[in-house]
């Protein structure tokens, strides 16, 4: 479901919505006090919800089967899983709600929180574990590496959740894709987690630049991940990403866009005006910010891209 709208102040209902927009779940509470209110924007496995729970509400749930982080704005969650640990999430906390794989329960005492649920196999992509069909990558704590860290994954966040609804990122494959490696790796970034970087090994040389433009030049209309650029390399993420520091002073990615830029530039130099607009030509280069795109057009260019469309 793309978005969703559910308001309730009946304890049944509000558990047989719970069970199908989330996993199957009991819940507790006084019938006489229940106030519940979520709305959810999602494209493919990405999904950010707004929750107000109005009341105090226990919960004892099946397995997510996805990665689902929490980030409280008021009230409290004592939340605890099947491995032991157990702990309180207040405001301002940003946590993995629940592990994927294992059952959970809790209570939330008249909070409101947003839920943010991704497909765990996006962190093997971004990893390149996802190559092995046995790979996994498990966040190995509940809680972000630091403050710092959970505020930088909250920013991230904040972006997805204003550029979700869009309409670009849902037909756009390269839009969802690259919207999906940013909150992949932003988690990947601020928690623990079981993903293991080889070391730079003999391969960080130009011919791995070589291999990997090759590949990013062949597949600039697909949405591509690093770990698909690492194996067209035949080298780790870690390696590809050494070598284009090392020799372009870049990353992998940052160049992946920069070979899209120049496809927006000859498709704005060809295209009517009159019949297609920037937004339409960046998002088809998987290009979702009209402002920064804007900005490395000029900065690469000399000029906007609606300039270069209407010249």
Known sequence: MESMLFE??????TEEFLNRAYTKMQIGGRATDV???ISRA???????DRIEIGFEMSYDADPLGKICLCEVTSGSITD???DGWEDEFRPGDLVSFAPADRPFAGTIRRSTYTITMFDPVLLAQVTGAGRKDDATVRLLSHRPHSRAAAYQLSKTIAYVDHVLPNPAVRTSPLVLASLSQLLASSVLAAFPNSATTDGDGPDARPPTVRRAMAFMESNLDQPI???DIAAAAGVTVRAVQTAFQRHLG???LAQLRLLRLAEVHS???AADPTRHTVAEIAARWGFHHHGRMAAAYLELYGELPS???AR
């Open 307 to 309: 300039t270069t469309l």
């Open 267 to 269: 498709e704005l130099q």
């Open 225 to 227: 991940t690093i770990a």
């Open 80 to 82: 605890h899983a099947t």
């Open 8 to 13: 309730s102040r009946d304890l049944a209902r």
């Open 250 to 252: 870049t990353t992998p």
């Open 35 to 37: 106030r519940t209110r």
């Open 42 to 48: 999602a494209a493919d496995s990405i999904s950010i």
